[in-house]
């Protein structure tokens, strides 16, 4: 049997959704539209089954569609999600046994009328992706700043478990060792839907005693969406999750809730250490500064932003943000460097004082994007000396302001990184997550913005000043 092959991470978004887009015309001639669609591609090969990662709409006019039963066979075997079938200019119509073989095998299939192209099928996927991304991205920043807000009020353990319960309108409970309720909130379930969610943290529970490492674990029940998540700390907690639907988004909003409970249950830690933990939590996630700022203290602060895999680095600090998996950020207090770690690459900001950790954050992340692009494992901010040391900071700041007036994002931001990486086309790509003719046409339009010549050494002097002030 062949190997199920490795799905694509990212948004991904339901068959129905674009089959709803009527300016298509696509028409469902078998299988279910409820499938998901992680991307699009096309592909007139006779087998592309080498070519395919899982999870693709795959389009097709037919080109060398010989045997539609093997065709179908291998497509499902790669994993493909679903198959797009444009008639003309080699079909007049779907071939019955293309429609047949996909019937059998289960496998969705569109009929893509002539008038459409694939390029148009392409684009629509990918608009349907970036609304379903920037759907998921509000949705749990506006999840984080709600369980940010519950942590700080005065008994913050149920109000965190019911602001998280109230965002995934389910319930959420907290287990004991022994398997008892220490706490919980949100919507009651059925008897066999808790028995099954206190199964589930009993096995993250039995985990643990035996050296297992898994952090979580999902099931379902009932058509209830159950998932587990093992605390931090000293009472080995276990977080128990019961949801009626499973949406994009929801293992990091959980994710969050897991840091902020393991730190409000830690028995271990000091007034002052957990104060400033959840000041941490509180300052990433949104809070103002003002807020956190008594709870740090006065001593300068240095913000790291790492990304890999495997264990976090050692940062020698409990004031860690994990949120996603493979990216971590912590807040250093005076006296600690970071070194580089094996698997990750760092992004150290200059040391700040609390009410400019905002700051130090964006700093440690273009230093993070620069240590990418650079394929080295640590960067720090460049503090500033030499000419941006002999210039008042509001002379600097008002000539930045005239002389990037013409420029906005995402120009500004693209050059920025195009001049601190010398101009390479390829590496700034790369920092930015994009193609290398995006930067060439971004670029391009900055120096007819600014009527600047870009190839100048002291026109890429001025504009490298005015943006370490922009």
Known sequence: MSEAKPTPPGPVIPLSALLARENLGLRLIAGSPEVEIHWVHTSEMADPYPY??????????????????????????????????????????????????????????????????FAAVGRAVWRLMAQARHHELRRVTEAQQSLATAAARPDPVPAVLHALASRLSGRAALYAPDGTEYAAAGRPVEPETREALERLAGVLRAGRGTGSRAASATDTSGGVHLAAYALGGDLRLTLGLAAPRREPG?????????????????????ADEAARSTALVRLLLGAAPADVAPLLGEAPWTVVHARGEGPPPPLGTPLLDLGEPGAVRALLPAGREPAPHPGWTLGVSAPAAPDGLGEADLQAARALRRAEAGHVPLARHHREAGLAGLVAPEEAAAYARTVLAPLAEPLTETLRVWLSLHGSWDRTATALGVHRNTVRQRIARCAALLDADLDDAEVRMELWFALRWH
């Open 52 to 117: 395919l990662l899982g999870g693709e709409l795959l389009l097709t006019a037919g080109v060398q569609l010989t045997d539609p039963e093997r065709y179908v066979a291998r497509v499902v075997a790669a994993g493909a999600a679903a198959l797009g079938f444009g008639v003309t200019p080699v079909y007049d119509t779907v071939p019955d046994a293309l429609v047949a073989a996909c019937a059998r095998h289960g496998l969705p299939l569109l009929e893509v009328p002539p008038r459409t192209p």
């Open 250 to 270: 929801d293992h990091t909003i959980a994710g969050v809730a897991v840091v902020l409970l393991s730190l409000l249950t830690a028995p271990h830690q000091g």
